[in-house]
């Protein structure tokens, strides 16, 4: 790039541009990673108790060009973010952001050299983010400020938790007056502009909204007035577009709190069954997230080690980019995955349609998918991400499995097809009937309608009853070990269930060794309790 030639380039701020606090005054630095907004913000409330604030956002490079953590429509969010909350500080204290761009290690090192205290939200995190605290906590000394209702002042989490949580949902929201503060923000050089100049930013994805607290609580104040007619649309994927609340990116970069929209909605919706669900999910939000909390290693390994490495032995590389690419001869999934990659968003039915697909039938290494779905992803939150993928693959070892199948979620959520012809275009003119299994129509229908199955769009990668049936057995067969592996309290820890260990031990009591066939004929496969087609 003209004038860019390396990171290094930008590598600010320089120690001798930011503000050094004298012996008697008190400043702290807000480094801002998610929760990207001023008010209901612990850490933002902590920092205004000193004299001295200043705002800091740091451009990791970690995050940016061919390599990065996030497609660029999700690093434009972002940065819309950022352009949103430089904004409010503008506003309440008549400075805006500082940016800086580096390794966090080196850019708040200078900081605290230069006098300054650092605080920051504590967030559940793992792999990069939980090494990259880890690194600033030790050589930077910040302070990770507990303040998103996740428990983490004791060893049993789950111990009261729904209380705790409840709790924390109606308390007050956390506030700060800025008359009482000085803001120290400075112009560094580096800017939202710079950088994507930097790193050729050039998102591709359609329909991506605008990130921000401003466009956030707009999306909530629309979704109040139709909040009744919630539970009819969030498992249709053309319904959900637009029937669903649309909070999930602004949630997960903090835009707003999650106690914030569920103070709103108590506030200002009526009293109806669509009310009573969404809050639901704001509380499965906070519980995903107290996972992670409780164990970093969603991102990486089976919770359950029985399943370590399940479909290591089935991994193909054109089945995973079949999937990935939309070209597995299962129109739902196909649609669902093109859906995906083109604008970063899919509702929460298809996204479990397309991770069973890929680990039950493709039968493939889980990791693969749930970071190519967390790639492209706007929302994409690493604690819901992950959790989600390996709760739905089965990896957990509760005695129940859910196998979506794709051929019924045509039948049942896209009976007219509107969903599949936006996304799979070469099947437009195939008449509705052959929708949820393409390669079954006729010959004379595909002359007739111009669509010719193997040629414009492809046989099913596996045949499908063949598939679940080797996976149900590969399963079944570990299944009971799974289960008593949940009388390890660490595993059961690392499950994080929401009834707790005693949820744990159940399951290993009813459904483990000794329980799968009686200890009078030393039986030592269970059955799964539920293996059905959703």
């Known amino acids: 790039m003209p004038g860019l030639e390396s990171d290094e380039t930008l590598d600010a701020p320089r120690q001798d541009a930011i503000p050094t606090l004298e012996s008697d005054a008190s400043g702290t630095v807000v480094w801002h990673r998610e929760h990207l907004r001023i008010r209901d913000q612990a850490a933002v409330a902590r920092a205004a108790a000193s004299e001295y604030v200043l705002p800091l956002f740091v451009f990791d490079p970690a995050f940016y060009g061919a390599d990065g953590l996030a497609c660029d429509s999700r690093i434009r969010f972002l940065h819309d973010c950022l352009a949103d909350l430089s904004d409010q500080y503008h506003t309440a204290t008549g400075r805006g952001l500082t940016y800086a761009h580096g390794d966090p290690v080196d850019v708040l090192g200078r900081f605290r050299e230069a006098g300054w205290d650092i605080v920051t939200m504590a967030v559940p995190t793992g792999r990069y983010g939980r090494e990259r605290d880890r690194r600033v906590r030790e050589q930077c000394d910040v302070t990770f400020v507990d303040g998103d209702g996740l428990v983490r002042d004791r060893a049993e989490t789950r111990d009261r938790w729904q209380d705790d949580v409840s709790a924390w949902f109606s308390a007050d929201q956390y506030d700060w007056d800025p008359s009482t503060v000085t803001s120290r923000s400075f112009d560094t050089g580096i800017d939202i502009s710079t950088i994507e100049d930097h790193y050729g930013v050039t998102p591709s994805k359609s329909d991506v909204p605008r990130g921000g607290t401003g466009p956030a609580r707009e999306r909530l104040s629309a979704f109040v007035e139709r909040i009744d007619d919630y ?304």
């Open 231 to 534: 539970p009819g649309n969030i498992s249709a994927p053309t319904d959900a577009r637009d029937g669903t609340s649309g909070l999930s990116p602004y949630l997960a970069f903090g835009c707003l709190s999650v106690r914030q929209v569920i103070q709103y909605i108590e506030a200002h919706a009526p009293d109806s069954r669509g009310k009573e669900m969404f809050v639901s999910r704001l509380f499965w939000n906070k519980h995903y997230e107290q996972k992670l909390e409780d164990w970093p290693g969603w991102l990486d390994a089976a919770v359950n080690p029985v399943f370590e490495g399940f479909n290591a032995a089935q991994y193909d590389p054109e089945l995973v980019e079949a999937w990935k690419y939309g070209r597995t001869g299962f129109p739902m999934v196909d649609a669902s995955m093109r859906c995906l990659k083109e604008t970063g968003w899919l509702n929460f039915r298809m996204r479990a349609m397309c991770a069973s697909v890929y680990y039950h039938l493709l039968q493939q290494p889980w990791r693969i998918g749930a970071d190519w779905f967390s790639h492209h992803l706007i929302d994409a939150s690493a604690a819901i991400n992950y959790t989600q993928w390996q709760s739905q693959c089965g990896l957990i070892g509760k005695p129940t499995l859910r196998l979506y199948n794709p051929r019924k979620q045509v039948r049942d959520q896209d009976p007219d097809g509107e969903f599949i012809r936006r996304w799979v275009p070469e099947l437009d003119s195939l008449p509705d009937e052959y929708l949820d299994r393409p390669e079954g129509t006729p010959v004379h229908v595909q002359a007739s309608c111009g669509v010719s199955i193997g040629e414009d769009y492809p046989h099913p990668v596996v045949d499908y009853d063949a598939a679940r049936q080797a996976f149900r057995r590969r399963y079944e067969d570990v299944s009971a070990d799974a289960a008593d592996a949940l009388r390890d309290p660490a595993i059961a820890r690392h499950a994080s269930f929401s009834g707790g260990r005693e949820a744990a031990a159940r399951i290993a009591a009813e459904h483990g060794t000794d329980a799968s066939n009686g200890a009078e004929d030393g039986g030592t496969q269970s059955t799964l309790g539920s293996f059905g087609d959703e």
